[in-house]
């Protein structure tokens, strides 16, 4: 199994604004092969920012990563960002291989 995660800075008072953002969007990940399971989570409040992450499940890396290459991914993320002006600079990626 293979966890994908994006950390997200968001700009203290504006987290109403991305919950609902991710909320209703359409994620596209439905009937992608090798898909597992999707949750936003919300971390600690910090000083200028809350951090958010997108945490994903997918069978393989090779299933994200094909995911990533395709129609689905760019439906997910199109107009993405509009919305710039809620973050502290740009989400950070992080992938890890399951090993228990």
Known sequence: ????MNRFKIILGRETEFEKIW????THLDDVPGFKKFNLIK???QDTFR???SHSEWN???DFVNWTKSDAFRQAHKGAGQHSDIYLGHPVFEGFEVII
């Not at 199994?1 to 994908?4: E, K, Q, S």
């Open 43 to 45: 971390g600690k409040k």
């Open 23 to 26: 909320k209703e969007r359409d």
């Open 1 to 4: 199994m293979y966890i994908a």
């Open 60 to 62: 393989s890396e090779q």
């Open 51 to 53: 951090l958010y992450a």
